[in-house]
């Protein structure tokens, strides 16, 4: 089977810089993640997970190395760009849902949409919100605000939303930290069915049973890739 | 409040320079505004004349009653002022009064003071104490020519260096040798109408000669009578018995000219302190209300920063609240805080507001009465206090509003991330919307004020002012007799030829005042006695308009026969012809004054703008014959440079025994008229920076705090692909609701106000309306530079950290 590279990072470094201090979060960090794979993330806190996800999701900028997302460098992109990018290629999930109270189920999840150039019809925006939200299975929720939800229903908010865009990969940080053990489950099976579906996902995560149902393990130390743990079938 | 309150509070602010340097500064020079404003109302409206029984003493005027109408008042004849004073039976007391100046012979410089020449019961009326001496007394009364004079304290203090012996000393005041026989005291306050007091001096040495003492139709403003009304006589009905008196005496000296003018003779009272204060009360609540707008501004921002510094103080309220404080503990100690910084502010405000009275004297002079009187008086220091109790009080409240007792151990307990206090949307966006609708409306009144008088001072004036020199010499001015204008034409004949020859002279005229000074004004009619409303009049020779160099366009000028036959002629501006015909077509026609003599239109010359003037008559001109009322000349110089002395020396040399009263420069003189519209510019466009300052720091403040709150929700938006442009847009939906709102109640409150005043209220404040075209986007510009900042400072951090919460 023909494999599409998806996102390929070469030597990337990140480092963080005050007056007095120099922190290096990333040291050459080199990552492909093909299209459909499910990959984790681990290590332990401060190894640099965050700093890679931002940079995975261009929220940051790498200090050095180049970095290919579905074929286009972005490398060294302006904000304007890397926001385009960021709104038709990656899908986020976060570990505190980040919804915002003031918006409703549907408005959350259309956001994606919206900031779309050019955005889509109102009907067009309608017909794919409720499509990922019957996706999650929380359409009938659709006018509630986030507060009204528990924090599983939250966690599948974000999901619809993460998905809304169609995007190349979703990018996953600590999904079930927020959670209790039954919800965390549920949110983690969706995550997998979604992997099945073929959505390219990218998790960040500490914890190892989750880390488990990943295709392939990564795990940072100190900035830098230990291992690498691919399991057979999982493409 | 506890001592120890205090003690945590000083100890906490003296951490904190930067917050106490802002919150002072603001509140302190915006109290110190509403302090001497506050004072200059109480003054007005709260302390009574400083006289006896104010409210029964009454000042009297004359004016003309006909069936088209009134004269205006404010104005006195001098036979009318005598009957009154000899045959009244209204008044308990009644004086009479005339305001001149006169020179100070035994100084060196020879200065020009103010004289009032009056009767003894002046005195009584007024309740005036004495320093030294005595009052004048029946000795000094009516036709008893005692050279006697009474000195000002500040008169006395100044040019007589506050000499002890000065009683019985003889001083020379214009021709005449006076003994002392009195100096004021310093409480002594004489009203301010007629005018400004240096000394007293028996109505006897007026100076008015046997014409004008007869002339029932020649009114001045300068004269007039000051009466305590008896118990049993009501205001109307002395006034109506004084007119009735009057009008027979008037009736009966009339001449057959006069007489087709079918006037009636009036007297009108008018309390001293509605005379004194004229507007003054109703400007005084407006400034007022400008500056409890400006304290309304400074509060909101002050607020702000009292929020933010709960917020700051919630860790230490925190561990305060889980040692055992109870709620309120919590308010004490923020009030604490508050009542320290409003009480520095405040005695901040009261050296400021002492500074603001020096400031209010100098250029307020014109607009106040009483404002000697102006101080930090104990009701202006009770208020101080009641103020800055109250702010202290708003301030620690609404700090206090924000901190959620039951929540405050959260703080203990939780690493900090996104558990801070916050300021909620509504207080926010009210915050601001009261900034947006209170600088508006001070705005509108500060830009109606510039408006104003940007007006006035780029006015053209009409004519070349430059290398142009007035001359006024000491003369009696008024009605003179035949011999005295034979006399006076000879010696101004005599003048003129002396000052031609001098090489630096062009061309010289005789006229009774400069071209830009606002003097008489006459009200004319038609034939069939309809008025065409006042006209500013000027008596003015053959060759004014060639030295002033005002432009003829139709007609013809004086000749010199029409000067010296004192024929009844005139020449009219274009604008007062326009304003008698609105096509301007008035050559030939007859026009007819209070001397019951028609006036020919002979003549129609080019606008000159007067400034200083009423609007509606800034250019409206009559220009009479000349007859030399007075002795003024208007010099035409080849080219500038000072040729004062030669002048002085040239005119001396005609006459060494006429002293020169004034020699000055028609542009100094078109700069000293225009020097309180820069003044009121200047203050007009401090207010109105000073307003947006104080507007665009508290929106900045809101703004920027408004914008870290939402970081995180930024942060979201920005991680789903919002860009810059998508958030600006977001942002500012946000921000310039309650900025549009603000200015929708602005707007509403400026117009509700303009109809309100629209009876009383000055010009400018008609002004204000108009002046929401340059408010409105002065307000939204300040309003955007506002929002962009904070903006700009939210693009520049990264989105990931709007996450982590850094």
Same mark, same amino acid.
């Given at each position: 089977?023909?494999?599409?590279?998806?996102?390929?990072?070469?030597?990337?470094?990140?480092?963080?810089?005050?007056?007095?201090?120099?922190?290096?979060?990333?040291?050459?960090?080199?990552?492909?993640?093909?299209?459909?794979?499910?990959?984790?993330?681990?290590?332990?806190?401060?190894?640099?997970?965050? @700093?890679?996800?931002?940079?995975?999701?261009?929220?940051?900028?790498?200090?050095?190395?180049?970095?290919?997302?579905?074929?286009?460098?972005?490398?060294?992109?302006?904000?304007?760009?890397?926001?385009?990018?960021?709104?038709?290629?990656?899908?986020?999930?976060?570990?505190?849902?980040?919804?915002?109270?003031?918006?409703?189920?549907?408005?959350?999840?259309?956001?994606?949409?919206?900031?779309?150039?050019?955005?889509?019809?109102?009907?067009?925006?309608?017909?794919?919100?409720?499509?990922?939200?019957?996706?999650?299975?929380?359409?009938?929720?659709?006018?509630?605000?986030?507060?009204?939800? &528990?924090?599983?229903?939250?966690?599948?908010?974000?999901?619809?939303?993460?998905?809304? #865009?169609?995007?190349?990969?979703?990018?996953?940080?600590?999904?079930?930290?927020?959670?209790?053990?039954?919800?965390?489950?549920?949110?983690?099976?969706?995550? %997998?069915?979604?992997?099945?579906?073929?959505?390219?996902?990218?998790?960040?995560?500490?914890?190892?049973?989750?880390?488990?149902?990943?295709?392939?393990?990564?795990?940072?130390?100190? #900035?830098?890739?230990?291992?690498?743990?691919?399991?057979?079938?999982?493409? | 409040?506890?001592?120890?309150?205090?003690?945590?509070?000083?100890?906490?602010?003296?951490?904190?320079?930067?917050? !106490?340097?802002?919150?002072?500064?603001?509140?302190?020079?915006?109290?110190?505004?509403?302090?001497?404003?506050?004072?200059?109302?109480?003054?007005?409206?709260?302390?009574?004349?400083?006289?006896?029984?104010?409210?029964?003493?009454?000042?009297?005027?004359?004016?003309?009653?006909?069936?088209?109408?009134? $004269?205006?008042?404010?104005?006195?004849?001098?036979?009318?002022?005598?009957?009154?004073?000899?045959?009244?039976?209204?008044?308990?007391?009644?004086?009479?009064?005339?305001?001149?100046?006169?020179?100070?012979?035994?100084? /060196?410089?020879?200065?020009?003071?103010?004289?009032?020449?009056?009767?003894?019961?002046?005195?009584?009326?007024?309740? $005036?104490?004495?320093?030294?001496?005595?009052?004048?007394?029946?000795?000094?009364?009516?036709?008893?020519?005692?050279?006697?004079?009474?000195?000002?304290?500040?008169?006395?203090?100044?040019?007589?260096?506050?000499?002890?012996?000065?009683?019985?000393?003889?001083?020379?005041?214009?021709?005449?040798?006076?003994?002392?026989?009195?100096?004021?005291?310093?409480?002594?306050?004489?009203?301010?109408?007629?005018?400004?007091?240096?000394?007293?001096?028996?109505?006897?040495?007026?100076?008015?000669?046997?014409?004008?003492?007869?002339?029932?139709?020649?009114?001045?403003?300068?004269?007039? #009578?000051?009466?305590?009304?008896?118990? %049993?006589?009501?205001?109307?009905?002395?006034?109506?018995?004084? @007119?009735?008196?009057?009008?027979?005496?008037?009736?009966?000296?009339?001449?057959?000219?006069?007489?087709?003018?079918?006037?009636?003779?009036?007297?009108?009272?008018?309390?001293?302190?509605?005379?004194?204060?004229?507007? &003054? /009360?109703?400007?005084?609540?407006?400034?007022?209300?400008?500056?409890?707008?400006?304290?309304?501004?400074?509060?909101?921002?002050?607020?702000?920063?009292?929020?933010?510094?709960?917020?700051?103080?919630?860790?230490?309220?925190?561990?305060?609240?889980?040692?055992?404080?109870?709620?309120?503990?919590?308010?004490?100690?923020?009030?604490?805080? @508050?009542?320290?910084?409003?009480?520095?502010?405040?005695?901040?405000?009261?050296?400021?507001?002492?500074?603001?009275?020096?400031?209010?004297?100098?250029?307020?002079?014109?607009?106040?009465?009483?404002?000697?009187?102006?101080?930090?008086?104990?009701?202006?220091?009770?208020?101080?206090?009641?103020?800055?109790?109250?702010?202290?009080?708003?301030?620690?409240?609404?700090?206090?509003?924000?901190?959620?007792?039951?929540?405050?151990?959260?703080?203990?307990?939780?690493?900090?991330?996104?558990?801070?206090?916050?300021?909620?949307?509504?207080?926010?966006?009210?915050?601001?919307?009261?900034?947006?609708?209170?600088?508006?409306?001070?705005?509108?009144?500060?830009?109606?004020?510039?408006?104003?008088?940007?007006?006035?001072?780029?006015?053209?004036?009409?004519?070349?002012?430059?290398?142009?020199?007035?001359?006024?010499?000491?003369?009696?001015?008024?009605?003179?007799?035949?011999?005295?204008?034979?006399?006076?034409?000879?010696?101004?004949?005599?003048?003129?030829?002396?000052?031609?020859?001098?090489?630096?002279? %062009?061309?010289?005229?005789?006229?009774?005042? @400069?071209?830009?000074?606002?003097?008489?004004?006459?009200?004319?009619?038609?034939?069939?006695?309809?008025?065409?409303?006042?006209?500013?009049?000027?008596?003015?020779?053959?060759?004014?308009?060639?030295?002033?160099?005002?432009?003829?366009?139709?007609?013809?000028?004086?000749?010199?026969?029409?000067?010296?036959?004192?024929?009844?002629?005139?020449?009219?501006?274009?604008?007062?012809?326009?304003?008698?015909?609105?096509?301007?077509?008035?050559?030939?026609?007859?026009?007819?004054?209070?001397?019951?003599?028609?006036?020919?239109?002979?003549?129609?010359?080019?606008?000159?703008?007067?400034?200083?003037?009423?609007?509606?008559?800034?250019?409206?001109?009559?220009?009479?014959?000349?007859?030399?009322?007075?002795?003024?000349?208007?010099?035409?110089?080849?080219?500038?440079?000072? $040729?004062?002395?030669?002048?002085?020396?040239?005119?001396?040399?005609?006459?060494?025994?006429?002293?020169?009263?004034?020699?000055?420069?028609?542009?100094?003189?078109?700069?000293?008229?225009?020097?309180?519209?820069?003044?009121?510019?200047?203050?007009?466009?401090?207010? $109105?920076?000073?307003?947006?300052?104080?507007?665009?720091?508290?929106?900045?403040?809101?703004?920027?705090?408004?914008?870290?709150?939402?970081?995180?929700?930024?942060?979201?938006?920005?991680?789903?692909?919002?860009?810059?442009?998508?958030?600006?847009?977001?942002?500012?939906?946000?921000?310039?609701?309650?900025?549009?709102?603000?200015?929708?109640?602005?707007?509403?409150?400026?117009?509700?106000?303009?109809?309100?005043?629209?009876?009383?209220?000055?010009?400018?404040?008609?002004?204000?309306?108009?002046?929401?075209?340059?408010? !409105?986007?002065?307000?939204?510009?300040?309003?955007?530079?506002?929002?962009?900042?904070?903006?700009?400072?939210?693009?520049?951090?990264?989105?990931?950290?709007?996450?982590?919460?850094?």
């Amino acid at each position: 089977m023909q494999t599409t590279t998806m996102i390929e990072m070469r030597n990337i470094t990140k480092i963080f810089r005050t007056e007095e201090l120099e922190t290096h979060a990333l040291r050459g960090i080199d990552l492909e993640i093909e299209a459909g794979e499910y990959v984790s993330i681990s290590g332990p806190s401060g190894c640099g997970k965050s @700093s890679l996800l931002a940079i995975l999701g261009l929220l940051d900028s790498p200090t050095e190395g180049s970095y290919v997302i579905d074929g286009r460098d972005a490398s060294n992109l302006g904000v304007n760009a890397r926001a385009v990018l960021r709104n038709e290629k990656i899908g986020f999930v976060f570990q505190a849902f980040n919804l915002i109270d003031e918006l409703n189920v549907f408005d959350n999840v259309a956001l994606p949409l919206r900031y779309r150039t050019p955005t889509p019809s109102a009907k067009d925006i309608e017909r794919k919100v409720m499509s990922v939200l019957t996706d999650v299975d929380m359409a009938h929720r659709h006018k509630h605000k986030p507060n009204q939800l &528990s924090g599983g229903q939250q966690q599948r908010i974000a999901i619809a939303r993460g998905l809304v #865009g169609n995007p190349s990969i979703l990018l996953v940080d600590e999904p079930t930290g927020n959670l209790d053990s039954k919800n965390g489950d549920m949110v983690m099976d969706l995550l %997998a069915q979604l992997n099945a579906q073929g959505t390219t996902i990218c998790m960040v995560t500490h914890d190892p049973r989750y880390g488990d149902m990943a295709g392939r393990q990564l795990h940072l130390l100190d #900035g830098q890739m230990l291992e690498a743990v691919a399991f057979a079938g999982a493409v | 409040m506890k001592h120890h309150d205090l003690q945590i509070a000083i100890q906490s602010l003296r951490r904190r320079p930067g917050f !106490v340097m802002t919150v002072m500064l603001t509140l302190g020079l915006t109290l110190g505004a509403v302090i001497s404003v506050f004072n200059l109302n109480v003054v007005l409206m709260m302390k009574p004349l400083p006289y006896p029984a104010p409210d029964r003493i009454f000042i009297t005027d004359h004016y003309y009653q006909s069936p088209q109408g009134r $004269t205006d008042s404010g104005f006195s004849t001098l036979p009318g002022l005598l009957e009154s004073y000899r045959t009244q039976q209204v008044f308990q007391s009644y004086s009479i009064m005339s305001l001149d100046a006169v020179r100070f012979l035994d100084q /060196k410089t020879e200065p020009k003071i103010s004289a009032l020449f009056t009767t003894p019961e002046y005195f009584e009326i007024l309740g $005036t104490s004495m320093t030294l001496g005595r009052p004048f007394e029946a000795s000094e009364r009516l036709d008893t020519h005692h050279p006697v004079v009474i000195l000002s304290h500040s008169f006395w203090k100044t040019r007589l260096e506050g000499a002890r012996d000065v009683l019985n000393r003889s001083i020379q005041l214009g021709d005449v040798h006076y003994r002392v026989i009195g100096v004021t005291s310093k409480d002594f306050r004489a009203p301010d109408e007629p005018g400004e007091i240096d000394v007293w001096l028996p109505w006897d040495f007026h100076g008015f000669n046997a014409m004008q003492l007869e002339n029932w139709g020649n009114t001045k403003r300068t004269i007039m #009578g000051l009466g305590r009304l008896s118990p %049993a006589v009501s205001e109307r009905e002395a006034s109506d018995r004084l @007119s009735h008196l009057l009008d027979r005496t008037y009736q009966s000296k009339l001449s057959p000219e006069l007489r087709r003018l079918d006037r009636q003779f009036k007297v009108n009272l008018v309390p001293l302190e509605t005379r004194m204060l004229g507007d &003054s /009360k109703q400007r005084a609540l407006l400034l007022f209300g400008a500056v409890f707008m400006l304290l309304l501004i400074a509060s909101s921002n002050v607020v702000n920063l009292f929020c933010s510094r709960a917020a700051e103080k919630q860790r230490t309220l925190a561990i305060q609240a889980a040692l055992g404080a109870k709620p309120v503990d919590l308010f004490r100690a923020l009030f604490a805080e @508050s009542l320290i910084l409003c009480i520095a502010s405040s005695l901040l405000g009261l050296l400021v507001a002492a500074w603001c009275f020096e400031l209010i004297r100098m250029l307020a002079s014109a607009h106040f009465a009483r404002l000697d009187e102006l101080s930090l008086d104990i009701p202006t220091l009770c208020f101080s206090m009641a103020l800055c109790v109250t702010l202290a009080a708003v301030f620690s409240l609404f700090a206090v509003k924000l901190i959620r007792y039951e929540d405050l151990r959260i703080q203990l307990q939780a690493s900090g991330k996104g558990s801070g206090m916050q300021i909620s949307k509504f207080t926010r966006n009210a915050l601001v919307t009261c900034q947006v609708a209170v600088t508006g409306v001070l705005l509108s009144g500060a830009f109606a004020l510039l408006q104003q008088s940007l007006s006035v001072i780029s006015q053209p004036l009409g004519f070349e002012s430059h290398n142009l020199v007035s001359v006024r010499l000491d003369a009696k001015e008024g009605m003179i007799g035949s011999d005295e204008i034979d006399h006076r034409r000879r010696i101004m004949a005599d003048y003129a030829q002396a000052l031609r020859a001098m090489p630096q002279v %062009a061309q010289c005229s005789f006229s009774f005042t @400069s071209p830009i000074r606002t003097g008489m004004s006459t009200r004319y009619s038609d034939v069939d006695n309809r008025e065409y409303g006042d006209f500013p009049i000027n008596f003015v020779d053959q060759r004014y308009h060639e030295v002033v160099g005002i432009e003829l366009l139709r007609g013809q000028w004086f000749t010199s026969d029409h000067i010296r036959n004192d024929d009844p002629v005139v020449v009219l501006s274009e604008s007062a012809a326009k304003h008698i015909e609105p096509e301007g077509r008035v050559l030939g026609t007859l026009i007819y004054d209070g001397s019951g003599v028609p006036k020919k239109v002979i003549g129609i010359v080019k606008d000159i703008a007067v400034p200083g003037r009423a609007e509606e008559i800034r250019s409206r001109d009559a220009y009479l014959t000349y007859v030399p009322w007075n002795m003024h000349l208007l010099i035409r110089l080849k080219q500038g440079g000072n $040729t004062n002395h030669l002048i002085r020396q040239t005119l001396a040399d005609v006459d060494p025994s006429r002293r020169v009263a004034e020699i000055v420069h028609v542009d100094e003189q078109h700069r000293r008229i225009i020097a309180r519209d820069q003044v009121n510019a200047g203050v007009a466009s401090g207010l $109105t920076l000073l307003a947006l300052l104080l507007a665009g720091a508290g929106m900045f403040g809101v703004f920027h705090y408004g914008n870290l709150m939402r970081r995180f929700e930024f942060g979201v938006h920005m991680c789903l692909g919002a860009q810059t442009h998508q958030i600006a847009k977001l942002v500012a939906r946000s921000h310039f609701q309650p900025v549009l709102l603000g200015l929708a109640i602005s707007v509403t409150a400026v117009l509700f106000l303009r109809s309100w005043f629209d009876q009383a209220a000055d010009a400018w404040f008609h002004q204000t309306a108009s002046s929401l075209f340059m408010t !409105v986007p002065a307000l939204l510009i300040t309003a955007f530079f506002a929002n962009y900042f904070p903006l700009r400072k939210l693009f520049k951090s990264n989105p990931v950290q709007a996450l982590r919460n850094e």
